[in-house]
């Protein structure tokens, strides 16, 4: 139940013990006129809907709330002081810019009493001016229409994933949230609590399903696809259909399963339907494994072991080395160059972020030094050699990449609906974006899965395919898991059974699969950018629902 009340009548209820915690702070407070927040500082407060903090009297906070997968849910947290004099009090001798430099807020989170989660925010967000004049702010802890905007966001889905979602079972609970600043130098300083709130929870997450009432779409032919008649666990999937509309699953827009080159299920979500053209993000990045493949069968390139040095005059940009101008196409294309780039470390000077602000993304990645120390030809994701890979192939393909492309990859698959991203010299960015509908990805992922025929027609040599798709590299840090020519490989585990595949992923949980001993290509699109669950929820989606459903009989 939501219960309406004004703070500054309320007052005598909220944590004493959070405004004591201040101490310093206190004292040294900038000057707080709002009588509600003078009321109500070191409180958390929350909310179903974002507050306007000129209209604090008139918010709706809660004291109790029902949870469910499509709720949302908001903070407005009341400060006694800036969050730049909190991180002052910890390291008096250091200026603003230093303190933000090296320090944030430090989030708690309890269920039921028991701390589940504790995040050390990275610097950087809250932005400057907000942490060196705001006292009192309102952000989304949950917000379904602008899912990732915010990084309070993030460290609810990072709670959430590192086990607020298995403590946040359906039933009562109690939800606590306490903010201290902190302090990075070469140890972790932490300051006193600033802030706190609970709210209880009436947690309802857990869908009941109608199989009598849900019912699966009727598959329909598509060009290059007939209908499969093969039997499937359709309970299965009318589970995970019901799982999907209910929100477990979030923001997915398509479901669909080739079996034996046939159409089996085709299911759309959140608005989409069979036209709709999905943002796949780094999904795009594999159509430069595919080009270049086709390229060296063309004779525009020897072979993915040609050098950087072949095709740029790399004495012409910053850090030459004869290491750099040694780097092969394939070490870009299994992310295994030493440039110093990785889009996993938000100080890497390779970052793709550092990337996009740039006028010539080339030059970005040409510039860069290389690292033999660190990489020492190890996996490392770097977003800037996929991109590097388009931009050198749209030199020696004859009309750019963008003609080359329709006229060797698209048009044999007969796909026509498509739109590229482009990079800041209008060469197709092959870093990510491309757009297509799903059915025409799952022409993508079938040709791979026809050894590159597609219609009788050989359109990827198949020698390229399995290079493509073989086990070149380990993925750092992840155990069984490795990279082929910009596609992943796993091993799924079901019922005993083990299931590997290559894949093509990309932001938001957009995936292609092509299954290794079995007859499928999958594909999964979706739009939870940014969301720490964006591919776990994918994965569990493939282990408890798809796969179980339609391998076997």
């Known amino acids: 139940m939501i219960r309406s009340f004004t703070f500054l009548l309320c007052a005598m209820m909220f944590f004493n013990a959070a405004v004591k915690a201040q101490g310093k702070a206190v004292e040294s407070q900038v000057v707080i006129q709002n009588p509600i927040h003078k009321a109500n500082i070191g409180k958390i407060a929350f909310s179903a809907k974002p507050v306007k903090i000129k209209e604090l009297g008139n918010a709706q906070f809660l004291n109790d709330y029902q949870l469910t997968n499509k709720s949302n849910l908001f903070i407005t947290v009341f400060l006694g002081n800036t969050m730049t004099s909190y991180l ?5 001798t250091l200026d603003s810019n230093t303190l ?3 320090g944030n807020y430090q989030f ?4 039921d ?3 589940v989660y504790q995040s050390n925010l990275l610097p950087g967000a809250p932005r400057a001016n907000e942490q060196n004049t705001f006292t009192v702010w309102t952000k989304p802890l949950i917000d379904n229409e602008n899912e990732g905007a915010y990084w309070s966001q993030s460290a609810w889905n990072r709670f959430m994933f590192n086990g607020g979602d298995s403590a946040l079972t359906d039933g009562k609970h109690v939800l606590k949230i306490e903010l201290r600043p902190y302090l990075k130098s070469t140890t972790v300083i932490v300051g006193d609590v600033i802030a706190a709130g609970t709210l209880n929870l009436l947690v309802n997450r857990k869908p009941l399903v109608d199989f009598g009432n849900e019912k699966l779409a009727p598959v329909k032919a598509y060009d290059g696809f007939a209908v499969s008649k093969e039997s499937f666990n359709q309970d299965k999937i009318k589970a995970l259909k019901a799982n999907v509309e209910a929100g ?3 923001h997915i827009t ?8 046939k159409i089996l299920l085709e299911e759309y979500f959140n608005n989409a339907n069979r036209d709709s053209l999905h943002d796949v993000r780094s999904v795009g990045k594999t159509f430069a494994s595919s080009l270049t493949g086709i390229a060296i069968n063309d004779g525009l390139l020897k072979s993915e072991n040609q050098t950087l040095g072949e095709f740029y005059d790399l004495k012409a940009y910053d850090h030459y080395s004869p290491k750099k101008a040694n780097t092969s196409i394939k070490e870009l294309l299994t992310m295994s160059a030493d440039f110093d780039g990785d889009d996993a470390d938000g100080d890497s000077p390779g970052n793709e972020e550092n990337m996009y602000p ?3 993304w080339v030059k970005f990645t040409l510039d860069l030094p290389v690292d033999t120390v660190k990489y020492k030809g190890q996996w490392h994701y770097f977003t800037a050699a996929a991109m590097l890979v388009g931009s050198l192939l749209d030199k020696v393909v004859p009309g750019h990449l963008e003609k080359y492309a329709d006229a060797k990859l698209f048009k044999p698959l007969n796909i026509t609906n498509y739109k590229w991203q482009y990079t800041p010299q209008h060469v197709v960015n092959t870093a990510g974006g491309i757009r297509m509908n799903a059915l025409d990805f799952a022409k993508f992922g079938q040709l791979y899965k026809n050894n590159g025929i597609w219609q009788g027609k050989q359109v990827l040599p198949k020698q390229w395919v399995e290079k493509s798709l073989s086990r070149q590299i380990p993925v750092t840090g992840r155990k069984d898991e490795y990279y082929g020519y910009l596609f992943w490989n796993k091993t799924y585990q079901v019922n005993g059974k083990a299931y590997e595949t290559s894949y093509c992923a990309g932001n938001g949980g957009n995936k292609i699969f092509v299954f290794k001993d079995q007859p499928l290509v999958v594909v999964i699109t979706a739009t939870a950018y940014g969301t720490a669950y964006g591919h776990t929820q994918v994965d569990k989606m493939m282990e ?7 391998v076997g009989k």
């Open 88 to 92: 002052k009090q910890l390291a008096p």
């Open 100 to 102: 933000l430099q090296s």
């Open 108 to 111: 708690s989170f309890y269920v």
């Open 113 to 115: 009493q028991k701390l």
């Open 248 to 250: 477990v699953f979030k």
């Open 254 to 261: 398509s479901v669909v399963v080739i079996k034996n080159g």
């Open 358 to 360: 740039t006028d010539d």
């Open 544 to 550: 408890d629902y798809i796969l179980p459903a339609v």
